[in-house]
């Protein structure tokens, strides 16, 4: 009778083994039929791109190869989610998206800290993190980590790919998305090509732009701006141990990379690849106009630059169809929207609100919304489909690119209202309360930009230092009151970690000799987690501005005039310091009033088209001659 059992519980595990065979032999058939569909579909375009560009049948015939591996090495949760979000395409503009961006060691120390502060982050309501750079880079020499040493190796001391593989998990079970940075444009001169270049050998000096004369590199310096002109002039460096001039456009450890080599693009969309595979949901495409460089040009914005953004767009179709492309594109929108591509052959899902942004301090500073309300005119007649991601601070200094054209009609001199701007904020000038410093100062041509969180730039670090409770409530109404028309803005608002609690400006980075030089660590400090314990208790800085930060969230998330492609437009106030703005979506109307003065103003609209309901303090409003508070603002919902 034992034998017997024996023998039937062998006959079992035989018959269970062979099933999990058979199962697993049919998610591989099944995967590899999804993939050949999807390469079937997209197969034809990406190949008339990529020949036209590069017109080798056998380079992309290994692309095509890998396609398959990397769709073959992407985990099932993953695969399940890019279904998903292949089903309801517009996932992302819904009105729930709310970000945060943060650099992993200052926000929580490594990834594995960053996992343990996940409850927070979702206390904030935000369901899309922004990492920024976390890939391997030189110590001292890295530009904040955006000169990459290693595509497919994480710095350190913030943790492994093994970590980054447990955060993107751990995120997707609480439904939040994880965005990165990919360093396309350059790498690292301690990259392995750089070093193999630098050594002479031709194949990897063919992936950079290298010339053993002055010539060519004069050629294009002649119509080349500078990045940089003061902190690292010209767009070239010179190595002299390898005897050779190297295209560097940002600084000179970062190596510009040749994109007319094939087997630099292949390799660095498998690079993409590969970081996709790990969990992530949204690649951020840094420098994106850059990519392609011709002699005789301006080498930025350049027609083939959007076939390689086209073919990514093609490729994360066929692999990885789940994640996003958000380009970083520092331009006027006539610049920036073509990064969209088209309905039909759409390129970018995302871009930023860059001018927006700007042209917020502007009126922040001058207290007229005339510019604001034309720039925000431009952004609401585009196409409903494109979505920007709007945001008040990132980890970046504030450059004046405005709309010099417009202001020149109104008597406002570039030069000395860029002086201005930057007198304004570094609290000399125009009965200011912000505090900052100015980067990349230019002495000849008086440029410069700016440099300071939300919170300092609001006066919220001069109110407490002075310790004048009157000027912090008025810094915190403007504090909020931004945050409030930013979430107003047609697209998906992002915060910069420690704006939610108020975090001013960090001047500590003086004492770091590597830090000491660039002045945008000023708004790079840590978060101060002690402040964030004080977000439950009413009476403090930071609880006055979470809380207030979060019935904004909570209204938008509610509220479906608040997704992405809701008619949005503005209303004239004939108020200089009152801006309006409306939108509607499915028979739901929200109106939105904010007073960039300091001083009690009235918005003479009129719009007597029925009842309204101001949504923070739950109170009935006529949206008729609307006195408002300084710094102040109202959403009014139509009943």
Not at 266 to 294: C, H, Q, S, T
Not at 301 to 319: A, C, Q
């Amino acid at each position: 009778m034992r034998e017997i059992s024996k023998k039937k519980q062998l006959d079992c595990g035989k018959t269970a083994g062979e099933k999990q065979k058979k199962e697993i032999a049919k998610k591989a058939l099944d995967a590899e039929c999804i993939f050949q569909k999807r390469l079937e579909r997209r197969h034809d375009e990406l190949r008339w791109l990529y020949m036209e560009l590069y017109g080798n049948d056998s380079m992309f015939a290994e692309l095509c190869d890998n396609l398959r591996l990397f769709y073959l090495e992407r985990n099932e949760a993953l695969r399940v989610l890019d279904s998903e979000r292949e089903t309801d395409q517009g996932w992302y503009k819904k009105n729930d998206m709310l970000g945060m961006m943060f650099y992993i060691d200052n926000f929580a120390g490594n990834m594995k800290g960053v996992e343990s502060r996940l409850d927070y982050i979702q206390q904030c309501n935000v369901n899309y993190i922004h990492l920024m750079p976390f890939l391997d880079t030189p110590k001292d020499r890295s530009d904040g980590g955006y000169a990459v040493a290693d595509f497919r190796k994480v710095q350190e001391q913030l943790g492994s790919m093994e970590d980054l593989d447990s955060l993107t998990a751990a995120c997707h079970r609480k439904g939040i998305n994880v965005c990165m940075d990919f360093v396309m444009n350059h790498t690292s001169e301690e990259h392995e090509w750089a070093k193999k270049a630098r050594q002479g050998d031709g194949e990897y000096m063919s992936r950079y732009f290298f010339f053993d004369n002055a010539h060519e590199p004069s050629m294009y310096e002649r119509t080349v701006p500078q990045v940089f002109p003061t902190t690292a002039p010209g767009n070239f460096t010179w190595l002299p141990d390898a005897g050779h001039y190297v295209m560097t456009t940002f600084y000179p450890y970062q190596w510009d990379l040749n994109y007319q080599n094939p087997r630099v693009f292949n390799e660095m969309m498998y690079n993409f690849l590969y970081l996709a595979n790990r969990g992530i949901d949204i690649i951020r495409i840094d420098a994106v106009p850059y990519i392609w460089k011709e002699i005789n040009t301006s080498c930025r914005n350049l027609p083939k630059v959007h076939t390689i953004v086209r073919m990514m767009r093609i490729i994360s179709e066929i692999v990885c169809p789940g994640i996003l492309l958000l380009g970083e594109v520092v331009m006027e929108p006539e610049k920036v929207t073509p990064y969209f591509g088209t309905l039909e052959k759409p390129e970018c899902h995302m871009l930023y609100n860059v001018t927006t942004m700007a042209t917020t301090w502007h009126t922040v500073a001058t207290r007229n919304v005339k510019l604001l309300k034309r720039q925000l005119d431009i952004v609401n007649s585009l196409p409903k489909d494109y979505v920007f991601l709007n945001y008040l601070r990132c980890h970046d200094d504030i450059g004046w690119g405005l709309d010099y054209n417009s202001l020149m009609k109104e008597g406002v001199k570039e030069r000395l209202h860029k002086q201005y701007l930057n007198d304004y904020f570094q609290g000399y000038t125009g009965d200011s309360n912000s505090r900052g410093e100015l980067y990349n100062a230019d002495p000849i041509t008086g440029d410069a930009r700016f440099c300071g969180t939300t919170a300092s730039m609001c006066g919220i670090e001069k109110a407490g230092f002075e310790q004048n409770d009157q000027a912090m409530e008025k810094a915190i109404r403007l504090d909020v009151m931004l945050h409030a028309y930013m979430f107003m803005q047609s697209g998906i608002p992002v915060l910069y970690s420690g704006d939610e609690i108020g975090q001013v400006n960090d001047y500590t980075y003086k004492e770091n000799p590597h830090k000491a030089a660039d002045s945008r660590y000023i708004h790079r400090g840590a978060m101060k987690w002690e402040l964030a314990e004080n977000i439950s208790n009413p009476d403090t800085v930071e609880g006055k501005i979470f809380h207030s930060l979060a019935q904004l969230e909570n209204i938008r998330k509610r509220e479906k005039a608040f997704v992405s492609n809701a008619d949005t437009w503005t209303i004239d106030t004939w108020e200089p310091s009152v801006l309006c703005i409306g939108r509607y979506y499915e028979g739901e109307k929200i109106i939105g009033l904010f007073n960039f003065s300091e001083f009690d103003k009235t918005a003479w609209i009129n719009e007597a088209d029925g009842e309204y309901l101001e949504l923070i303090s739950e109170t009935e409003m006529k949206p008729i001659a609307v006195n408002i508070p300084a710094y102040s603002f109202y959403y009014l919902k139509k009943k």
